[in-house]
């Protein structure tokens, strides 16, 4: 089996909250794709409930794309602790680290439920499994702690 480079990490080194570049990968073409390690919360420490980190999914979805050119995708871990960010071109971990701030700065002090995308049975595959109060509050939580721009030391932007 192919080694994943996420699955090398060292998760007992890094400290969360924290944007981390995992690879740039360069097309035939030449285009350049870029991976990120948003991770929210601290792994094995802590995860965000299921329903907390749908509805942040679908806001992220927007919010990152509101800020940033290039967003390709922005997908959950199955471990609950953070999202995997694919992006066109090479932006830094500082860009995409004020962007992630800005997001949950939205989604903690301004979203209302009538602002999350994908919530009825026609637009989301699991759309019973949301919660907004969860959303804000681990919103809140991840911007108490700071986002840092690098994955093994606190460099909060």
Known sequence: MAKVESFELDHTKVKAPYVRLITVETGNKGDKISNFDLRLVQPNENAIPTA?????EHLLAGLLRDRMDGIIDCSPFGCRTGFHL????EPTTTEVAK???GALEEIANVTKW???PGTDIYSCGNYRDHSLFSA????????DDGIS???FERNVI
């Open 52 to 56: 907390g980190l749908h509805t942040i």
């Open 86 to 89: 694919i992006a066109w071109g």
């Open 99 to 101: 962007a992630l701030k």
């Open 114 to 116: 009538e602002d999350v």
């Open 136 to 143: 804000k509050e681990w919103a809140k939580k991840i911007l």
């Open 149 to 151: 721009d690098q994955p």
